[in-house]
Every structure is written in structure tokens, then in C-alpha cells.
């Protein structure tokens, strides 16, 4: 009975209470959400500022949120007719075709999901005009009209764990690890083997992380040292000004060197919105860094040919380092795998894809296992990839190996 029962009950993939809660309280969300984005002056007054505003208009804008706010609801549940049915394929009743109708339904439920996350959300806006509607006039009609639409909120909410996933999910996540790792023996064939070796071990000390990582914590510890100095020397010691200037140079390099390595880090990690956050940092420190240095030579130098060679200097020193830095930024293979400071800190990237990979395939059932395995070294073998097809058989597979 255990077994009947237990892989659907393991894999309903049905959210839980803790994801009904945030949707509940997500209307409180949207007013920290509107206190920090909305240019309104400091964070408490924009959210008076916002609610007054709409307060302002409660007799038009209330019936108009009352019945968006049921339209809304409506739309929640019978959205749920959309969610696809529970998934009850196998490997032995569709054969090849089998991996790719589960990819599809696994598609179909994240459209839906995210549809619905999307209603949600709505309505949370909803809650919160109406929260700002009744909060200038405080009376019991007012409250229990709140409580109303908040307590449809919250029901419609319920949805999301009342409606069963496909199951889908866990087959497609597995797939795609299996895929990236692919992708991860092509590229590093002998460092993908060590991660292995590293996931293996048990109880390994944190000071091996440390080791890999000694490049940037050395950045790291120096960029955090140079602010004390910075802040003593100008409080405590009263370094001149040009000085405070070159520590601050200093200070952006390091920052743009720290960030583009974060970059070029995030370009070989499985979540590629890391990469797209250090993009945006690092340059604006280089150019900082840039700023800085003009404003030391302006105050060190008079306007003579001393100024414009300095100048030029920088200049060019700056183009310099920016091209270096996004070469390093873009995850050049070339560079990350010359210089042992980068390529030593992509290993804990292996690491963490290796156990998300074993992570979606405990989800699966053996034989959901063999069949997405089985595809994945097919593949291989069709392409002629025999040095990655062994890789892949050595260190990624749970435990079905073909040749």
C-alpha cells in the first residue's frame, strides 16, 4: 500500500502552506513593493502619499475594485480547468515519443502556474486599493468590506494547493540537469570528473571551499579593509585629500575586478540572472574608479602637457581594464581555464549542478530515470561524442549506463 500510494503522494508537487501564506499576505507586499520604487519622497511618505491619493477617490474607485476583485476570483478558478490532467504516461505505453509529450505537459503546468501567480497578483492590488479606500474613514462598514475581499483573496489563493500538479515536473527537471551537465562535459570534461570526486567525499572541510575561492577572498578582504581606511584616515588621521582620492581608485578596481568575476562566474552557472546583475554593476565602478582618478589629477597637477599625458594615460589604463574585465565578465573559456585563480571557483558551480541533478532524479521513478538517461546517451552516441558520452556515464548518471 506504501508503494501505491507513496510516489504520487511524494511527487503532487502541490504547494505548501507556507506559499498559501506569502499569497495571502501579498497585498502587504505591494505597499513595501510601491514605499521603495514609487518617487515620492522617503518610504513612509510615498505610501501615505499613494493611499491618500486613492482614498481620495473612494466612492468611484470601491464598486470598480469590489467587482474587479470577484472577476478576478472567477477567473482563479476556472483557471483551474486549464491545469493539465494528472500525468499517467510511462516509458513502456509511449515508447519514444514518451520524453517528449512529458516535456510538453511540464510546459503546459508552468504557463499555468504562472497565469495564475499572475491572477494573484492582481488581485493582491486589488486588496490593497481597497485597504487605502477604507483606511481615511475607518468604520465597521469599511472594515468588514476589507475583510471580505481580503478573505476572497485568501480563498482564491487556496486554489494554488488545492488543484494537484502533473508530476511532469520532476521528469523535465531531470532532463534539463542531465542536458546542462551534457553541456558542462563538453566544455570542462576533467574538472566535471573532480566535482564528482568532491560530492563524494563526506565531511569536507569548509577550508577546501576557501582554497578554491582564495582569489576573490583576497579581493574580497582587501576591498572591505580599504573602507575603514578610507573613513579613519579621513575622520581620525586627516589624509589630504588626493590621497583619500587614490584609496578610493583603488577601492573601485577591486570592486569592478570582484564583480566581473562574478559575472563571468554567473555565465557558468545554471541561474544566468546572476550574471546579469554583475553585468550591470561592474562597469559603474570601473567608470567611478575613472572619475576619481581625473578629480586626483586635477587637484595634483596644474594645466600643463604633465596633465594631458595623465590624462591619457588613464585614458587608455581605464579601456584597458574594462576590455580585460569583460572578457573575464563574459566567461571567456580561454581565460577561466588558463588562470587557475578563476577556474578553481567554477567547481563549486559543478558541484551545486551534480546535486541538483541527483536531486530531480530521486523525484523520478527508476524507470522515468532509465528512459531520460537513456535518450541523453543515445543522443551522444548518435553525435559521435564518445569522450563525452563516457564522462557523462562516469560522472553524471544515477545508475543506468548504455552503451
Given at each position: 500500500?506504501?508503494?501505491?500510494?507513496?510516489?504520487?503522494?511524494?511527487?503532487?508537487?502541490?504547494p505548501?502552506?507556507?506559499?498559501?501564506?506569502?499569497?495571502?499576505?501579498?497585498?502587504?507586499?505591494?505597499?513595501?513593493?510601491?514605499?521603495?520604487?514609487?518617487?515620492?519622497?522617503?518610504?513612509?511618505?510615498?505610501?501615505?502619499?499613494?493611499?491618500?491619493?486613492?482614498?481620495?477617490?473612494?466612492?468611484e474607485?470601491?464598486?470598480?475594485?469590489?467587482?474587479?476583485?470577484?472577476?478576478?476570483?472567477?477567473?482563479?478558478?476556472?483557471?483551474?480547468?486549464?491545469?493539465?490532467?494528472?500525468w499517467?504516461?510511462?516509458?513502456?505505453?509511449?515508447?519514444d515519443?514518451?520524453?517528449?509529450?512529458?516535456?510538453?505537459?511540464?510546459?503546459?503546468e508552468?504557463?499555468?502556474?504562472?497565469?495564475?501567480?499572475?491572477?494573484?497578483g492582481?488581485?493582491?492590488?486589488?486588496?490593497?486599493?481597497?485597504?487605502?479606500?477604507?483606511?481615511?474613514?475607518?468604520?465597521?462598514?469599511?472594515?468588514?468590506?476589507?475583510?471580505?475581499?481580503?478573505?476572497?483573496?485568501?480563498?482564491?489563493?487556496?486554489?494554488?494547493?488545492?488543484?494537484?500538479?502533473?508530476?511532469?515536473?520532476?521528469?523535465?527537471?531531470?532532463?534539463?540537469?542531465?542536458?546542462?551537465?551534457v553541456?558542462?562535459?563538453e566544455?570542462?570534461?576533467?574538472?566535471?570528473?573532480f566535482?564528482?570526486?568532491?560530492?563524494?567525499?563526506?565531511?569536507?572541510?569548509?577550508?577546501?571551499?576557501?582554497?578554491?575561492?582564495?582569489?576573490?577572498?583576497?579581493?574580497?578582504?582587501?576591498?572591505?579593509?580599504?573602507?575603514?581606511?578610507?573613513?579613519?584616515?579621513?575622520?581620525?588621521?586627516?589624509?589630504?585629500?588626493?590621497?583619500?582620492?587614490?584609496?578610493?581608485?583603488?577601492e573601485?578596481?577591486?570592486?569592478?575586478?570582484?564583480?566581473?568575476?562574478?559575472?563571468?562566474?554567473?555565465?557558468?552557472?545554471?541561474?544566468?540572472?546572476?550574471?546579469i546583475?554583475?553585468?550591470?554593476?561592474?562597469p559603474?565602478?570601473?567608470?567611478q574608479?575613472f572619475?576619481l582618478?581625473?578629480?586626483?589629477?586635477?587637484?595634483?597637477t596644474?594645466?600643463?602637457?604633465?596633465?594631458?599625458?595623465?590624462?591619457?594615460?588613464?585614458?587608455?589604463?581605464?579601456?584597458?581594464?574594462?576590455?580585460?574585465?569583460?572578457v573575464?565578465?563574459?566567461?571567456?573559456?580561454?581565460?577561466?581555464?588558463?588562470?587557475?585563480?578563476?577556474?578553481?571557483?567554477?567547481?563549486?558551480?559543478?558541484?551545486?549542478?551534480?546535486?541538483?541533478?541527483?536531486?530531480?532524479?530521486?523525484?523520478c521513478?527508476?524507470?522515468?530515470?532509465?528512459?531520460?538517461?537513456?535518450?541523453?546517451?543515445?543522443?551522444?552516441?548518435?553525435?559521435?561524442?564518445?569522450?563525452?558520452?563516457?564522462?557523462?556515464?562516469?560522472?553524471?548518471?544515477?545508475?543506468?549506463?548504455?552503451?
Amino acid at each position: 500500500m506504501r508503494d501505491a500510494l507513496g510516489d504520487d503522494l511524494g511527487r503532487s508537487g502541490l504547494p505548501k502552506v507556507g506559499g498559501w501564506v506569502f499569497l495571502v499576505v501579498l497585498p502587504l507586499v505591494v505597499a513595501v513593493v510601491l514605499a521603495v520604487v514609487v518617487p515620492l519622497g522617503s518610504g513612509g511618505r510615498r505610501v501615505l502619499s499613494i493611499v491618500s491619493q486613492i482614498a481620495s477617490a473612494r466612492s468611484e474607485l470601491l464598486p470598480i475594485l469590489i467587482g474587479s476583485q470577484l472577476g478576478v476570483s472567477a477567473l482563479v478558478v476556472a483557471m483551474t480547468q486549464f491545469q493539465p490532467e494528472r500525468w499517467r504516461g510511462t516509458p513502456k505505453e509511449l515508447g519514444d515519443c514518451w520524453l517528449s509529450e512529458v516535456r510538453l505537459v511540464a510546459s503546459q503546468e508552468n504557463r499555468y502556474i504562472a497565469s495564475m501567480f499572475g491572477l494573484l497578483g492582481i488581485s493582491s492590488v486589488i486588496v490593497f486599493g481597497v485597504a487605502a479606500c477604507v483606511s481615511q474613514r475607518m468604520d465597521v462598514g469599511g472594515v468588514l468590506l476589507l475583510l471580505i475581499v481580503w478573505g476572497i483573496h485568501a480563498v482564491s489563493s487556496a486554489v494554488l494547493i488545492m488543484v494537484p500538479a502533473t508530476g511532469a515536473a520532476a521528469v523535465a527537471d531531470y532532463w534539463r540537469s542531465l542536458i546542462r551537465l551534457v553541456y558542462v562535459a563538453e566544455m570542462w570534461p576533467g574538472e566535471l570528473e573532480f566535482a564528482k570526486k568532491e560530492v563524494d567525499r563526506v565531511g569536507m572541510s569548509p577550508l577546501v571551499h576557501v582554497r578554491q575561492w582564495k582569489g576573490v577572498v583576497v579581493l574580497g578582504v582587501l576591498f572591505v579593509a580599504l573602507i575603514p581606511v578610507i573613513i579613519l584616515g579621513r575622520i581620525c588621521f586627516g589624509f589630504p585629500g588626493w590621497l583619500l582620492l587614490q584609496i578610493g581608485v583603488v577601492e573601485m578596481m577591486v570592486a569592478s575586478a570582484l564583480l566581473s568575476i562574478g559575472a563571468g562566474w554567473g555565465r557558468w552557472s545554471s541561474e544566468g540572472f546572476l550574471a546579469i546583475l554583475f553585468w550591470l554593476s561592474w562597469p559603474l565602478m570601473l567608470l567611478q574608479g575613472f572619475i576619481l582618478e581625473l578629480e586626483f589629477i586635477a587637484i595634483v597637477t596644474e594645466p600643463s602637457l604633465v596633465r594631458n599625458v595623465s590624462i591619457g594615460f588613464v585614458v587608455v589604463a581605464t579601456l584597458f581594464l574594462g576590455a580585460l574585465f569583460a572578457v573575464v565578465a563574459w566567461g571567456a573559456r580561454t581565460v577561466w581555464a588558463r588562470f587557475n585563480l578563476l577556474k578553481s571557483t567554477l567547481t563549486l558551480n559543478w558541484i551545486m549542478d551534480l546535486r541538483s541533478q541527483r536531486r530531480c532524479g530521486n523525484r523520478c521513478s527508476s524507470d522515468e530515470r532509465e528512459a531520460v538517461e537513456r535518450s541523453v546517451v543515445e543522443v551522444l552516441g548518435d553525435k559521435n561524442r564518445e569522450d563525452t558520452s563516457e564522462i557523462v556515464k562516469n560522472s553524471v548518471l544515477l545508475g543506468f549506463l548504455y552503451v
